[in-house]
């Protein structure tokens, strides 16, 4: 098939670029513009002094199968680093986490023996009651399960513990925000997710790092890098780009970027996109990662931090794990992740002075770790790091999605439509290449 008409893409992360992939096999005639010098957007890699820091986005699970299937379309190799220990923090000290199966939980004794029952019988129901529940696409969940938040729907069902250390924690990592703002629904199904025996906690890298995605997918696509679009205007039944490169006309425009720069972009755009976009809000965080000596931190990968043991760090990796290309002369990464109400008061401090913040934190949270091992060695600010999924939200977009997609030839695109993580950013930039498609089908 050979669908009519010039289609622009405004944004080059893996939304809009797997957006831009399928419009282009499908034979469409279609044009990436991006802000930036690269492809990727919050899933981009720095590589200095031979140490690749993901300055976002740093690892994938089993059960991202659009990002696997692209991969492999694209032949970037994805390799495990599993099987990997995780732990989380409970009174100072770090305890291992068992999830995958039902006799590990019993040995996880960063829950009392009471709650790790009460979690037990309640992975059960959930497994059982909702065995359809998709994360990577929120706008398919119940309604009627999205009226509360996860932090109280946590504590009810199951108890404090478990909403403390287990809920508000993993959001913590994974979103950087309390599970009071991530509707229950939405936390639900991550859970689901996580608590499947085909989940395994296993954790899969991009052979070169996660930038290796991107770059694949730009070199095959007609990408404008260092081009940001300026100003959107309607004309006719299309639209015209205000950039760098002129002010050429498509006939129509997918909008990749996050929601608030997509705001700037619609002034004049139809009312229900502009609301979605004015609507949206994100968690800000900072990833900072530190040099240290690559045996420091031994066989654990991830270190869950809940915001009731510490308020800045919600999560360090161990990157020496992910493989050999990840250490050098004996050197490795620890890339920490910050509670959004730790982060923001850090976001307009220098850099001298986040990393002396972090590093005081991260030190007596890891006592093995000495102050003379920590070597700052790169950090990224991200004011839009994650869109808090709540019950409003998840709402808005459904009716967003049933009612104004492809509006006046204008197509969104990207996490915060529903859309968590990776998977669900290249699963909403495929959704909306097949809205493309059947409106240019229709003329
Ligand atoms: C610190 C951090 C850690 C994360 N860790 C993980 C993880 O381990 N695993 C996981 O699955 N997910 C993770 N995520 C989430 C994941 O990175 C995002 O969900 C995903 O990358 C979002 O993709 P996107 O295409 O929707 O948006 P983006 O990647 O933000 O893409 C938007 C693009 O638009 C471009 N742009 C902006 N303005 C303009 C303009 N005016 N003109 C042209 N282009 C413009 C931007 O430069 C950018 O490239 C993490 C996120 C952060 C911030």
Known sequence: MHAKGRVAVIGAGIAGLSCAWDLHKAGVDVQVFERDAQAGGRMSTRTKDMLAFDLGAN????????????????????????????????????????FSSVRGMFRMDCLGLWSRLRVLRFLLKVRLRYPLLDFFHLSSLSTQLNKEDA????????????????????NGCMMFHRASEISAAAFLSLFRMMADPAYDFGIYHAQGDMQAISDAMARSLSVHTSCPVTELRQEGSGWRLMCARGSPFFDRVVLATTAGVAHHLLRDGPAMQRDLVAGTRYSSTVNVSFRVPKQALGQTHCFYVPFCENRLISEFTNEALKGDHTTHQGWSLVNVGLHESG?????????????????????????DLQADQLKPYDLQRWREAIPKYDCQHVERVRQ?????????????????????????????????????????ARG
């Open 59 to 98: 690892f994938l699970v089993r059960a991202y199968s659009n990002v696997f299937q692209l991969a492999e379309e694209l032949g970037v190799g994805l390799r495990t680093v599993s099987p990997v220990d995780h732990a989380v923090y409970r009174d100072g000290t770090a305890r291992l986490l068992h």
């Open 151 to 170: 932090y109280s729907y946590a504590r009810r069902k199951v108890g404090q513990e478990f909403a403390d250390y287990i809920v508000d924690s993993f």
């Open 343 to 367: 982060a923001l008061p850090l976001l307009e401090q220098s850099d001298e002075q986040i990393f002396a913040a972090v590093a005081e934190q991260l030190l007596a949270l890891h006592p």
């Open 400 to 440: 967003f999605e049933k009612q104004a997609q492809g509006d006046s030839g204008l197509f969104l695109c990207g996490d915060y439509l529903n859309s968590p993580w990776l998977e669900g950013a290249c699963r909403s930039g495929r959704r909306a290449a097949r809205a493309v498609l059947s409106d240019l």
